[in-house]
């Protein structure tokens, strides 16, 4: 069983940046592919980025080179970073994990492929 906790949402304005974490208990960091995503207002959830057990990232082609995703094993925590933040990113975001495949997971992974998530958290970006 994998919990994840995520933090760090919050305001922001345009063009902004911001880092959410997400704490993972419960499994080794290591063999778990991680992802984050994203639900903007009235509208369904979508994938932002993937993160693999050898740390290959992929991303979202509205967010790629604005967003980072990366973890640190030995804090058992996923990180998103989120520079040069838009309009269009405001929603509420979620970590996710999946064992399945222990950790090898080599494209952006969409929603049903991850079996634990988080309780999400809130990025409002202003103008």
């Known amino acids: 069983q994998v919990e994840l906790a995520e933090a760090g949402g919050g305001s922001v304005q345009a063009g902004g940046s911001k880092r959410l974490s997400c704490k993972v208990s419960g499994y080794d960091m290591s063999s778990i592919c991680f992802g984050w995503f994203r639900r903007p207002p009235g509208k369904a959830r979508e994938a932002v980025a993937t993160i693999n057990k050898y740390e290959n990232t992929y991303y979202a082609g509205s967010v790629k080179g604005r967003f980072t995703i990366s973890k640190d094993n030995g804090k058992n925590t996923l990180y998103l970073q989120m520079d040069s933040l838009e309009l269009v990113d405001h929603a509420i975001y979620y970590c996710?994990?999946?064992?399945?495949?222990?950790?090898?997971?080599?494209?952006?992974?969409?929603?049903?492929?991850?079996?634990?998530w988080g309780q999400g958290t809130q990025v409002t970006v202003s103008s």
């Open positions: 996710q994990a999946a064992v399945t495949w222990g950790g090898q997971c080599y494209e952006l992974r969409q929603e049903g492929d991850f079996r634990y």
